[in-house]
């Protein structure tokens, strides 16, 4: 799917109030403005996987008029809606308390790149809410459009799978709602509900099933990962002249550490990935990978509760096996909000010790409960006790600025370790404004499983925000480096960046970490893991 338009026609868009009631516009599907279907291969190995969650397996077209629904669709998004609102309390009080303040409607990234009323927050959510109020309510029966309600037609699922669709489940506008209502869990429901129907998107589908059946999304069968580790050791062995220790599937050690394989597969991850090969080479830290708990992401949180709980238990049955006593984990967004949001109620308790760090000494009883740290705590911990030598001077020739990415920061509160980490090794470092990072921080428009080329256009006018933030310090401090501690990130800010901010790159919190740490028994430094000339270089 071609889409090749400019940033100052991107921009030809209006706020103004629509003329019609928003139940009368049907929804558009265009090239840019959604995913490709699940393969039906696909659908039934996870249905298979899953003893039955993913039915209905079939090839459908989001532009054909047939949807080649089951015949008996109706029932079975009733049945589903209503199983829904009975286990999840949460989706019932959702339903129920939106009082429409507002508050939340200027607050999503794809509304405010793009203008349209239904990337709303609030009218996401009555996407969903008027059925509920339809088919659940006495007064949505008694008094349908009045009351807010309109009866379950075939346009509907076709609108819910546009815009659950346009929804990175990010979570910003629930930080503003007075009610705490969470969309993205709104649209974790609707999506649960289109399964019902064999409607879902291949980008989020096929990982889930790689990820299941070899143990990370890349479908990277274990000796093929374990050569390309190998590769990267040797990579840092011509650069720092230093032969890092590589543990693979040992058991007995203290630490497991995974990471999302994203990393490993792709420039600029695979450099984040070295930087952690180096700083525990360096610290002799006691500690082993998996090939095949090889997947810190879980893209089981954009498909299913059932595949997210399966997903999860992974990593832990893999810990448990090695004999680990706890697990640190890498940059990832998702894999984070899954550790502290759901874990504990999905898996838990863990079956790990609260960690401790062997080299200072701290122990983490925020991760008391999931027996997990994450790494930019451990190395922040790390150089808050001196235990690394490091030359900032190194990155010299960075002007950094930080994306605090939706999990960690929202999910989770990871908001100083990160920036204490890269202060530490990086010389210039510039915020960008205020409204735009922290909790309040704008998605990378490519979240949740819809960092797909074919959404190139949504994913362009939803990064509009972070763009703009970032734009203004690339022209107020030269910043010409954004830093990231999530995989998902690293791969969409680079388009992203070069579409609204164009010349400034991405790059990992341990990559700045490694060119910055001084090896014992190291050779004088010339370039940095990019193969780039250090800065002072002759
Ligand atoms: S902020 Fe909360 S209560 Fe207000 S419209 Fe949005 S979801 Fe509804
Ligand atoms: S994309 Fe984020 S801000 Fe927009 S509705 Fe979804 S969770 Fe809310």
Known sequence: MAWNVKPEELLQYDYKVPSKNWMDVPPEFHPGN???????????????????KFPHAHQWVPTDEDWKLPENWREIVKKAFSERLDKYRSFKVFMDI???????????????????????????????????????????????????????????????????????????????????????????????????????????????????RTGNHMGIQPHAYYDMMQFMV????????????????????EVLFITPSGDIFADPGTYTYMGYLMLFHEIGLDYTWSTYASEG???????????????????????????VKYIIGGECGHMWRVINQYMDTMNGPSPLET???PITGTRFENAASTGMIHITEFTADLMKHNKLKLDPSRNDHLRVTFHDSCNPARAM???????????????????????????????????????????????????????????????????NMLATICAIDRATLPPLANYWAPGVDVTGVHELVANALVMDGEKKRETNLRGEDLPNVE
Not at 450 to 466: I, S, V
């Open 98 to 212: 939106c009082v429409r303040c507002g508050a939340c409607a200027d607050k999503c990234h794809f509304y405010i790149g793009g203008g349209d009323p239904k990337n709303m927050p609030v009218l996401r959510a009555e996407l969903l809410r008027s059925i509920y109020r339809g088919e659940f309510t006495l007064a949505g029966k008694l008094l349908g459009k009045l009351a807010g309600a309109r009866k379950l037609e075939e346009d509907v699922i076709k609108e819910w799978f546009l815009y659950f669709y346009q929804c990175t489940e990010c979570r910003r506008c629930s930080l503003f709602c007075p009610y705490g209502i969470d969309t993205a869990e709104i649209t974790m429901m609707a999506r649960e509900i289109l399964h019902e129907l064999g409607l879902n998107i291949n980008w989020i589908l096929e990982p889930a099933a790689n990820s299941n």
């Open 234 to 253: 040797d990579d840092i062995e011509d650069i720092t002249g230093v032969k890092v220790n590589c543990p693979v599937n040992e058991k007995g050690h």
């Open 355 to 357: 960690p401790v760090s």
């Open 413 to 479: 509160g990871l908001l100083d370790e990160p920036r204490y980490v890269i202060k530490n090794v990086c010389n210039n470092f510039f915020e960008m404004p205020e409204d735009t990072i922290r909790e309040k921080t704008f998605c990378c428009a490519g979240g949740s499983g819809l960092n797909t080329d074919e959404f190139m256009e949504m994913r362009m006018r939803g990064g509009l925000p972070r763009g703009n933030a970032l734009r203004y310090v690339q022209e107020k401090h030269d910043v």
């Open 297 to 323: 992401g879980n893209f089981g949180l954009f498909t299913s509760d059932s595949m997210m709980k399966k997903l999860n238990a992974k990593m832990y049955a893999e810990a448990k096996r090695l004999g």
């Open 34 to 52: 959604w995913c490709y279907p699940g393969k039906p291969e696909i659908v039934n190995y996870l249905n298979d996987a899953t003893h039955g």
